[in-house]
């Protein structure tokens, strides 16, 4: 993960074991275009994965946005296995797309951005296994999973779907990046305004990126093969600029989920 003065980056490895990685300067160098396929679990509507989109291609990259129809927090690496995606059976998060409409398929205002009736998982292999396949005849330089709505920290990662999208892009062989802020509810990227705090946090991903870029290895790869960062935002006060860190994986977290015989009985259910 970051941590930044937060920002908490963790190193993730297939395999067990950490590499050295410098991210202290994040000074501005040259960087390149990259193909980037953008994917969450809270959803293809939100605030902060449109304005990390939005902020990414004004930074010149080719981004392909992929991302679940509902907010599938929580469901981990889950997939539904080979059973086909029917048209939905209900509106989207925030009405984008309407009941009826195909289950997979193109946000209507953009073209670039797509949407998946399933998991996170499900969403981001579309992104990477249709969109791209289309798009670039190959695999995207990167995978960015987020900014998820709240942290994934410790234990909690195993069932994060934002942290599992990362996990399975590096399966694939290709550099990945979780990204996690705590500071936003979740709201409709049409509540975006230019000082909304999803730019900030965009803004310091999109810098992460093209630090990455402008260090890349003599195979072009933004991170060693097998090799991905799991990304914590903490909440971002005015005036400060945060600075990223190494920290280690605890296993504590803020999150305890509880098996209720009856829902009602849930002091958070709706």
Do not use: C
């Not at 074991?17 to 969450?40: D, F, K």
């Not at 193109?106 to 073209?111: E, G, I, M």
């Not at 779907?161 to 049409?190: C, D, E, K, M, Q």
């Not at 630090?211 to 990304?231: H, I, T």
């Amino acid at each position: 993960m970051i941590h930044m003065s937060g920002v908490s980056v963790r190193v993730v490895r297939r395999m067990l074991g950490l590499i050295g990685l410098s991210l202290t300067a994040l000074l501005p160098q040259q960087s390149w275009a990259l193909n980037i396929v953008l994917s969450n679990d809270d959803g293809f509507e939100t605030a902060n994965i449109r304005a990390l989109y939005q902020r990414l291609k004004t930074a010149g990259h080719d981004v392909v946005l992929s991302g679940p129809t509902q907010n599938n927090s929580g469901k981990g690496g889950a997939m539904n296995f080979l059973a086909p995606v029917t048209p939905l059976t209900k509106d989207t998060r925030f009405g984008t797309v309407k009941a009826g409409a195909a289950g997979a398929g193109v946000d209507p205002s953009d073209a670039n951005v797509f949407y998946v009736d399933g998991t996170p998982v499900m969403s981001m292999l579309y992104g990477l296994d249709v969109v791209a396949a289309k798009r670039w005849g190959k695999q995207p330089d990167l995978v960015l999973s987020g900014p998820n709505e709240g942290a994934n920290l410790g234990a909690i990662n195993n069932s994060s779907g934002t942290f599992n999208n990362a996990l399975y892009a590096i399966n694939r062989g290709v550099p990945a990046i979780a990204v996690s802020y705590s500071g936003t509810a979740g709201h409709s990227y049409t509540t975006l305004t230019e000082g909304s705090v999803e730019y900030r946090v965009a803004d310091l991903v999109v810098q992460l990126v093209n630090q990455l870029d402008a260090q890349k290895g003599s195979d072009g790869r933004l991170l060693p093969s097998g090799v991905g960062l799991n990304v914590n935002i903490p909440v971002l006060a005015e005036g400060v600029t945060p600075a990223f860190k190494f920290s280690r994986l605890g296993v504590a977290t803020d999150y305890q989920p509880v098996f209720y015989e009856s829902l009602s009985n849930s002091p958070v259910a709706v």
